[in-house]
């Protein structure tokens, strides 16, 4: 009985510590989502957007993708995508992108607090993203 009791108590710790890691990061999002910096965020990494063939339209959600993952920013991206009328190139080069790198900062803090290298992590899955992304725009040309 006791290994079971160390092992639901080791459970609970790490729960606590991923709700204390993805409450607050999904809270700060939605209120930077409704202010300017997401928009200045934006203009920033625009030049870098187009050499991996997206468009502005695309910011917010690889924005939302990277920050918080895919499952929080598919429905962005649906919604984007229907509002702007995204082409097909470009959702699929944004998807790409995000099945490679994404909720970047959640799961840096999940494998930090489990031992994982932070840096590493950001490093591989953001180069791979963008080499992988970049080749792709690449093959597929624009209508």
């Known amino acids: 009985m006791e290994p079971l009791l ?7 710790k790490l ?5 204390l890691i993805i409450v607050p990061l999904v809270t700060l999002f939605e209120v930077l989502r409704h202010l300017p910096v997401f928009r200045k965020a ?3 990494v ?8 997206l468009t502005r339209d695309a910011a ?3 924005f939302t993708g990277i920050f918080l993952g895919l499952a929080y ?8 995508a229907q509002q702007k009328n995204l082409p097909d190139r470009e959702l699929f080069l944004m998807g790409l ?10 799961d840096i803090l999940i494998f930090a ?7 590493a992590i950001l490093g591989v899955r953001l180069g791979l993203a963008v080499v992988l992304t970049g080749l792709m725009a690449r093959i597929w040309k624009p209508a």
């Open 6 to 12: 160390a092992a639901l108590l080791g459970a609970l």
């Open 15 to 19: 729960s606590a510590k991923l709700i």
């Open 42 to 44: 934006g203009n920033i």
């Open 46 to 53: 625009e030049p870098a957007m187009r050499g991996v063939g």
């Open 60 to 62: 917010v959600p690889l």
């Open 73 to 80: 920013g598919a429905g962005i991206i649906i919604r984007v």
């Open 97 to 106: 992108f995000l099945a490679t790198c994404h909720s970047v900062i959640e």
């Open 113 to 119: 607090v489990i031992g994982g290298s932070g840096l």
